[in-house]
């Protein structure tokens, strides 16, 4: 589905559609970068240079309500979107903090940590740490 058929269908279901809501949806399902809600408010102010930050955080709460994207928050960093939603890996660059897309099949381990835990179990979360490979090459220098 593209921007335009999500927000067609989320029209359907009495979400206004702006030319400025699919500017934002356009971005986040183009990049691969897992940007900050700061970087898409940068992307699309070239655009469309009347948009506010506001704009952009009530367009992500309401893509990520109806399922349409995913939120990855990191406590007090400032979380990042990712425009695909279907459940994946991510690894994470403990030094300039970009994140990248590890996929491999999901681990089936939810119905353990829901017998182990009494939890009602709605998914699971991976992420592994480390240093990209820029990052790596200025640490040997
Ligand atoms: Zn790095
Ligand atoms: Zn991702």
Known sequence: MDAIDI??????KGVRFTPQRQAILEFLLATESHPTAEEIYQHVKAKFPGVSLGTIYNTLNMLKEHGHILELSYGDMSSRFDGNPDNHYH???SKCGRVVDFHRPLLEVDQEAEEISGFRIIGHRMEFYGLCPECRQGEMN
């Open 7 to 12: 927000l067609r269908k989320l029209k359907d």
């Open 91 to 93: 690894i994470v660059c």
